[in-house]
Structure formats: structure tokens, C-alpha cells
């Protein structure tokens, strides 16, 4: 038994995977490329929001778009109508991306000459965000049909993230959600994170979320 050597996979692989990603992050700071992790679950409005938010921001900065999921263009297609560069990442079964996926992704897109790269993580509220892309920040989006005790049951996804965009506001009074909870749950989770209530339907709230990511990507970019 003494002569047995045990290796913790789980923690190797995070550990590599967080190098991989903390020098992602340091090439995209040089090369002045701002990259936003957007993630959420399946039917919150990722990728409408994204159509939104491009339109809003796409006379003001060069946006690249990775659409990452198990299957199919679909959501390419769709950022595609928008007038801005998008690919789609085919993650092989995966439920998520890893530094290395992103960075494969961040290559095909020609990330470096782009002011804004966003990759729409799959979607899942697990395993997204286990893993470090390399991204300059992380935003989740929460659909008020979910509920708001989500904080409570998916911590991690919280506690990773810059921002919180509360979308389908537009609902609100056919669910039994409570935004004051939603927001104290969320806050217990990452007191410093910044949160957005819009409705990505009727366009409510997007300005704010918009300008808070503008100031940013100008940010990092100086």
C-alpha cells in the first residue's frame, strides 16, 4: 500500500486549467481584447439578450461573437444577422468550456482584433462555472421563470460572476418571483456583484447593462 501514488485528477485539472486561462487573460489584456463569459441555463435569453446588447453597442465598439453548444448553428446564425463576426463552437458533448476550448475558439474568431470577444457558454448552471476561460469577466443571466431561490441552489455560478442580468422582467406578474429575495440571496453568494433587471423582449433595462459592459471593455482596453 505504501508504494501506491495518488493523484488528484479534479484538482490537477483545475489547476492547469487555471494557468492556461490567467495567461489567456494576460495575451487578451495585451492585445486589447475585452472577453465576456456570458452563461446561464438553457431558455433564460442568452442569446436574445446578446442580439440586444450587439445592436446597442455595435457603432461603438468591433464585437466578435463564439456560440458555443453540444449541437447545431442555430445561435450563429442568429448573431450573424446582426451584422457582426460570429462563430459557432461545437463542444463535442462537453457542458461546458475549458481555457484550452476558448482559446481554440478565441483563434478561429481572430479574437485580437476585436475590442469586445463574448462567448455564450452552454447553457447550464453547473459546469460553466467550474471552469476559468480566461475571460476578462464573467456575466450570468437569470430568467424570472426560474425562480429567484436560484442563488441558493447553484452558489458557485454566483460567486464567479461580475455581474447578474435578471431578464424576462416583462413576466414578472405571472410568477411568483421576488426580486428583493433574488437580490439578497444573489449578494449573500458575492456581495460586490453588480445586477441588471431587464427584459430583453421589450428592451427595458439594457442601456444600464449596456453602459456598465461599454465602461468596462474601455476599461481594460486603455
Given at each position: 500500500?505504501?508504494?501506491?501514488?495518488?493523484?488528484?485528477?479534479?484538482?490537477?485539472?483545475?489547476?492547469?486549467?487555471?494557468?492556461?486561462?490567467?495567461?489567456?487573460?494576460?495575451?487578451?489584456?495585451?492585445?486589447?481584447?475585452?472577453?465576456?463569459?456570458?452563461?446561464?441555463?438553457?431558455?433564460?435569453?442568452?442569446?436574445?439578450?446578446?442580439?440586444?446588447?450587439?445592436?446597442?453597442?455595435?457603432?461603438?465598439?468591433?464585437?466578435?461573437?463564439?456560440?458555443?453548444?453540444?449541437?447545431?448553428?442555430?445561435?450563429?446564425?442568429?448573431?450573424?444577422?446582426?451584422?457582426?463576426?460570429?462563430?459557432?463552437?461545437?463542444?463535442?458533448?462537453?457542458?461546458?468550456?475549458?481555457?484550452?476550448?476558448?482559446e481554440q475558439g478565441l483563434k478561429a474568431l481572430n479574437a485580437q482584433s476585436f475590442d469586445l470577444?463574448?462567448?455564450?457558454?452552454?447553457?447550464?448552471?453547473?459546469?460553466?462555472?467550474?471552469?476559468?476561460?480566461?475571460?476578462?469577466?464573467?456575466?450570468?443571466?437569470?430568467?424570472?421563470?426560474?425562480?429567484?431561490?436560484?442563488?441558493?441552489?447553484?452558489?458557485?455560478?454566483?460567486?464567479?460572476?461580475?455581474?447578474?442580468?435578471?431578464?424576462?422582467?416583462?413576466?414578472?406578474?405571472?410568477?411568483?418571483?421576488?426580486?428583493?429575495?433574488?437580490?439578497?440571496?444573489?449578494?449573500?453568494?458575492?456581495?460586490?456583484?453588480?445586477?441588471?433587471?431587464?427584459?430583453?423582449?421589450?428592451?427595458?433595462?439594457?442601456?444600464?447593462?449596456?453602459?456598465?459592459?461599454?465602461?468596462?471593455?474601455?476599461?481594460?482596453?486603455?
Open positions: 500500500m505504501d508504494n501506491i501514488r495518488i493523484i488528484e485528477i479534479k484538482e490537477s485539472v483545475f489547476a492547469n486549467n487555471d494557468a492556461e486561462a490567467d495567461r489567456i487573460r494576460q495575451e487578451l489584456k495585451e492585445d486589447k481584447t475585452f472577453l465576456l463569459n456570458l452563461m446561464s441555463s438553457p431558455g433564460s435569453g442568452k442569446t436574445t439578450t446578446l442580439v440586444k446588447t450587439v445592436n446597442n453597442l455595435k457603432d461603438k465598439l468591433k464585437i466578435g461573437i463564439m456560440e458555443a453548444d453540444i449541437d447545431s448553428d442555430v445561435d450563429a446564425r442568429t448573431m450573424a444577422n446582426t451584422g457582426v463576426e460570429a462563430i459557432q463552437l461545437h463542444t463535442g458533448g462537453m457542458c461546458h468550456l475549458d481555457a484550452g476550448m476558448t470577444a463574448i462567448l455564450e457558454n452552454v447553457g447550464n448552471l453547473v459546469c460553466p462555472a467550474e471552469f476559468d476561460t480566461g475571460a476578462s469577466k464573467n456575466v450570468m443571466i437569470l430568467s424570472v421563470p426560474e425562480g429567484h431561490d436560484k442563488p441558493l441552489k447553484y452558489p458557485l455560478i454566483f460567486t464567479v460572476c461580475d455581474a447578474l442580468i435578471i431578464n424576462k422582467i416583462d413576466v414578472l406578474p405571472y410568477f411568483d418571483f421576488d426580486m428583493d429575495k433574488v437580490i439578497e440571496y444573489a449578494h449573500q453568494r458575492n456581495p460586490k456583484l453588480k445586477i441588471f433587471p431587464i427584459s430583453a423582449k421589450t428592451g427595458e433595462g439594457i442601456d444600464d447593462w449596456c453602459n456598465w459592459l461599454l465602461e468596462n471593455v474601455n476599461e481594460w482596453n486603455k
